[in-house]
């Protein structure tokens, strides 16, 4: 039992550390991006990426963290240690949906003019779908190992997808209409949605250290529990 706990730790540890990877060649890329289009919308969300690229790495400690066996000072192990880095993500995402906003009001005032926006728009949407689907592979296997960091990171990974989707779109409606301050609404309005995201998962993290009772799990317990149950348990 020990060994099997062991070597599915280990495994939500290499995964993690791909993601870490990936996000940090993905960031490489949009800077890319930005660097080509001088989009304020894609320096937004490559700025953001950085957010991706720490939560990675944060999330990379907490499993080797909690991994380690229970000692003296933890008698129950270290596994909280999974809260508190995904509540910390969490408080990033915000932080990374106000700088977006920030810049994409700075962008409305002041004006923008894009350029080479064909090249941008492959480079960025290449990266959102890479994003998405490392954040669906990682949601997947969290669920399966029970993994607070997983399912938040892949939660984070989906989202920053989302982002830079509108970044894709008004990438495109710029180069057809040539109305600049598209760029900077759409990613006004994305800003806004990870924001929303990021509290989703401060909130679920403050809700795991405080022990909160969660009634659909309650809920499924009960039903197995009915399900098998049998005459001569009490």
């Known amino acids: 039992m020990e060994v099997a706990t062991i ?27 930005w660097h080509l289009t001088n ?9 953001e990426s ?16 909690a991994a380690q066996p229970k000692d003296e000072n933890h008698p129950y192990g270290h596994g909280k240690v999974e809260f508190v880095t995904s509540g910390v993500e969490g408080s990033l995402i ?47 296997k969290g669920e399966r190992e029970n ?30 209409t040539k109305i600049y301050w598209i760029d900077a609404a759409v990613a006004l309005v994305f800003g806004s949605y990870i924001i929303i995201v990021g509290y989703k998962i401060v909130r679920k993290s403050l809700s795991g250290i405080m022990d909160e009772a969660d009634p659909n799990l309650l809920k ?7 399900k098998n149950r049998k005459k001569e348990w009490i």
Do not use: P
Request: charged residues 10%; hydrophobic residues 55%; glycine residues 6%.
């Open 7 to 33: 070597n599915k730790n280990k495994q939500k540890f290499t995964f993690q550390r791909n993601v870490a990877i990936i996000g940090v060649i993905l960031f490489i890329g949009k800077l890319i991006a």
């Open 39 to 47: 989009s304020d919308a894609v320096f937004s969300d490559a700025m």
């Open 50 to 65: 950085i957010v991706n690229i720490i939560s990675a790495f944060m999330g990379l400690y907490s499993l080797y963290l």
């Open 94 to 140: 915000i932080f990374a949906g106000i700088m977006i906003i920030v810049e994409a009001v700075d962008s409305l005032l002041h004006g923008n003019t894009l350029k080479k926006l064909d090249y941008g728009i492959l480079i960025v949407l290449a990266t959102a779908i890479i994003n998405y689907l490392m954040g669906y592979f990682s949601i997947k």
């Open 147 to 176: 993994s607070v960091v997983l399912i938040s990171s892949g939660k984070h990974l989906q989202s920053d997808t989302w982002t830079t989707l509108g970044v894709v779109i008004s990438l495109v409606l710029v180069y057809f």
């Open 220 to 226: 499924a317990v009960v039903e197995v529990l009915a």
